[in-house]
């Protein structure tokens, strides 16, 4: 487990690398500017996480996850809590339900067991999601009306 602040990931993997300590790379796609607190792999925490910048999870977190900003859970990464977060970037599993307000991304290695409700959501083809699928938030839109016969009236 590492909890990184103030440092570019880039730094902090080099860092490792310095000391020799193993480092577990991060894809490219998912690689933010930099980590406020980073979950190894092989850590477990139970509780409440609440955080305002990036955190990577690639252990296991069980409880509640609440944050301002991103919460990465990498290919090893286990969650077992409800999640509340701006953007929520998936390629570990996830059981609980998800409540990202700008974006949710699943990639190919993302199992998601729970509801989801997301401004966007960006599923990669290999991921798996079990659950209801809010987006855009519940509100009813004003612009859409029935139409009978699937046609306007004249």
């Keep these: 487990m590492a909890f990184l602040r103030g440092r570019s990931e880039d730094e902090s993997m080099a860092g490792n690398e310095a000391t020799g300590a193993a480092s577990t790379p991060v894809s490219p796609a998912s690689s933010p500017a930099s980590l406020s607190a980073f979950i190894d792999q092989g850590s477990e925490f139970e509780g409440k996480l609440t955080f305002k910048d990036t ?88 612009n859409l009306a029935a139409v009978q016969g699937g046609r306007p009236p004249a």
């Design 55 to 142: 955190v990577r999870i690639d252990g296991v977190f069980r409880g509640e996850i609440t944050s301002q900003n991103t919460l990465i859970v990498g290919e090893t990464g286990e969650i077992l809590a409800t999640v509340r977060s701006r953007s929520v970037l998936v390629s570990g599993t996830v059981t609980g339900d998800i409540f990202a307000s700008d974006r949710l991304v699943l990639h190919k290695t993302a199992r998601v067991e729970g509801d989801v409700e997301a401004g966007t959501i960006a599923i990669e083809e290999g991921a798996v999601i079990n659950g209801k699928i809010t987006m855009g938030g519940s509100r009813p839109s004003a």
